[in-house]
């Protein structure tokens, strides 16, 4: 069986030869490039390049034959925008941090000491007031070809040497996530209050330049993509960002006609992969509603988001992608037999009748021991057969 079939019959819902597994293919189920230097040296694999596709968490792209050793069953394309050289317009420092300032005027920074991850520093509408004020802005243009530059060629050099199933990653633009990004936590969700017309402008602003990557994406790719990947973060440890009610009244229906546009574009079948961090429960009917196929990254720690739950609730319209092990507190720190163990306990759960794609809860973090990223892979080689 073929990785791209494996995947297909996960996809639908049927059990493959055995649980498929992705590492790598987006920008929320990597590596981060502390780790994977422990981890190439762990394998006896030296003399790479070792190139960090998003500095923003320090994911690097994986060379062919770490995924190839692994086994891993995906491949992803990548716009040229998530490069550093092009994400990253201005950069400075100062004692303690380096500051980079993105296409957006988003400000980030990361410290000197210890550092590894940026976080925002500034956002650039925080004393924006007025709809008006916007309307001059200077707003990415994420239709632009040299976004997409040889995407097309990377598409159907994967397909013809790997069989693996591609995934499409997104644009660094989201429809709730970055226009609080844009105009500061706090100020965003009092707007949803006090200024809820604001807060509209500036998702249908996020939006139209999703609609816009996605319509000159499929305008530049044959049919390659099987999956293409999109999100936004709506959860915390314990509850929804935001009330559900809320989440219907302002977020869902422009989640829907991304999604349903999305897959008017595509010149054949493609399924709608969604990330959302934290305890979504609430928000999953919805998800389901307006044609989510995948939901990532099952962080089976938060509130309600227990996997034999969610399996038994929703595995019949949902696929699991994620949710193979939990990267804040079980993959970085416990023995290998608690991970292995922890691997063993999440595939009894969510392999049967399919629809799971293994990865870990989110990206493999700076503080992972190679040791325990084998043991992982170990755990789901062992139990991973059907």
């Known amino acids: 069986m073929t990785s791209e079939e494996r995947i297909l019959l996960a996809l639908s819902h049927k059990e493959p030869d055995r649980v498929p597994f992705d590492l790598g293919s987006t920008i929320v189920t990597g590596i ?43 491949r992803g394309l990548f716009p040229n925008s998530y490069r550093p050289t092009y ?35 500034e956002s650039p509408f925080k004393e924006i007031q007025k709809i008006e004020e916007l309307k001059d802005y ?85 049919e390659y993509p099987l999956i293409v990947r999109t999100g936004d973060d709506l959860g915390s440890q314990t509850t929804t960002l935001i009330s559900p009610d809320m989440y219907k009244k302002y977020v869902k229906p422009r989640h829907g006609k991304l999604f349903s546009s999305i897959k008017k574009f595509a010149k ?27 939901l990532n990254p099952v962080q089976y720690t938060a509130s309600k988001m227990e996997t034999k739950r969610l399996k038994k609730e929703f595995g019949k319209d949902l696929v699991f992608w994620g949710g193979g092990v ?13 991970i292995k163990e922890e691997v063993k306990r999440r595939i009894n759960d969510l392999a049967p009748d399919g629809g799971f794609v293994f990865t870990p809860v989110h990206n493999i973090q700076y503080d992972v021991p190679a040791q325990n990223i084998i043991a992982m892979w170990e755990a789901l080689q062992q139990y991973g057969e059907y």
């Open 138 to 222: 200077s707003w990415p243009i994420h239709s632009e070809s040299i976004r997409l530059k040889g995407i097309n060629f990377r598409a159907k050099k994967l397909r013809e040497e790997t069989n693996c199933a591609l995934v499409l990653e997104s644009e660094l633009a989201e429809t709730f996530t970055t226009p609080f990004m844009l105009r500061g936590y706090e100020n965003f969700y009092i707007d949803l209050i006090d200024k809820p017309k604001l807060t509209c402008y500036l998702m249908d602003k996020m939006l139209d330049i999703q609609l816009g990557y996605w319509e000159t994406v499929f305008e530049n790719i044959e």
């Open 268 to 294: 054949g079948d493609v399924y709608i992969f969604f990330h959302s961090d934290g305890a979504v429960y609430d928000l999953i009917p919805d998800f389901i509603d307006i044609g989510v196929d995948i």
């Open 326 to 338: 939990d990267t804040q507190n079980i993959l970085p720190s416990r023995d290998v037999e608690t």
């Open 87 to 121: 994400w990253a317009k201005r950069r400075f420092e100062d004692k303690n941090y380096k500051y980079i300032v993105d296409e957006w005027g988003i400000k980030w920074k990361q410290s000197k000491e210890n550092g590894y991850h940026y976080d925002i520093a």
């Open 32 to 74: 981060n490039v502390e780790a994977y230097k422990n981890l190439l040296s762990h394998l006896g694999i030296r003399n790479f390049n070792i190139n960090v596709l998003y500095e923003r968490s320090g994911i690097v792209e994986i060379d062919e034959e770490v995924l190839r050793k692994l086994k891993v069953d995906t």
